[in-house]
């Protein structure tokens, strides 16, 4: 069964740092991978999806990464700012056919101004 | 495009009552999906359609839910009879892939938060 965990749970860091988003799973037999903004009391907005045969996506000042071997994917965020602030999900859709997609948890993203 | 529309976006109602939740989906996305958030369980699939069918309700937690796609821009989740477990956000999305999939991502409403008491 397929499980995809989000460390860490939450994170607080100041205006203009780069930092890094970790999520991992344990069926490296995926189709894709996406990542997802969550805004409080809102829907999930995708961010980038990774197909299997990538390895990266990058979509302005964000970057996915893809290591599929390894079950592990990154998201990078460049010069955070306070509109970044926001949960972060990751899920990922297993071979075979079926859409179902697996969520992690999420990491809650906090960016001080 | 309005994206995908849920009705209501918040319901409260006493436990034994029947929930309707209904959603919207884009226009042209054929696979639709219901999704249920809670603090402790994350993001759970009740269920999803494709092409108006039920593909995988696997995720159905009881014989008090159900789900209807009548047609290809509107459906609809029962809860019947709630109970106050059944509190959480309930999610619908959809996408325009078929089965065998395609790469296009997923799009979720706002999400109906139910209260049952």
């Known amino acids: 069964k397929q499980e995809v965990t989000q460390i860490p749970a939450a994170l607080s860091v100041p205006e203009g740092e780069n930092l890094v988003l970790n999520c991992s799973f344990t069926d490296s037999a995926i189709y894709n991978l996406q990542w997802f903004r969550q805004d409080p009391g809102k829907g999930l907005t995708s961010l980038l999806l990774i197909q299997s045969s990538q390895r990266e996506q990058t979509s302005g000042r964000l970057n996915a990464s893809l290591d599929k071997s390894s079950g592990r994917s990154t998201l990078y965020i460049a010069a955070s700012q306070p509109g970044d602030s926001a949960t972060y999900l990751c899920?990922?859709?297993?071979?075979?056919?079926?859409?179902?997609?697996?969520f992690g948890k999420g990491t809650k993203l906090t960016v001080n101004p | 495009d309005a994206g995908v529309i849920q009705s209501p976006r918040h319901e409260v109602t006493e436990m034994g009552q029947e929930v309707t939740l209904r959603c919207k989906p884009i226009s042209g996305h054929n696979s639709l999906f219901w999704y249920r958030q809670t603090m402790m369980r994350g993001l759970e699939l009740l269920i999803y359609?494709?092409?108006?069918?039920?593909?995988?309700d696997s995720g159905m937690p009881e014989d008090r839910f159900s789900a209807k796609m009548p047609n290809a821009s509107f459906s609809t989740l029962k809860i019947q009879p709630s109970e106050p477990r059944d509190s959480a956000v309930y999610f619908c999305a959809s996408t325009p892939t078929g089965t065998g999939g395609s790469n296009s991502p997923l799009h979720f409403g706002n999400g109906t938060r139910l209260t049952v008491t």
């Open positions: 359609f494709n092409n108006n069918v039920p593909i995988d």
């Open positions: 899920a990922v859709r297993p071979q075979g056919g079926s859409e179902k997609l697996v």
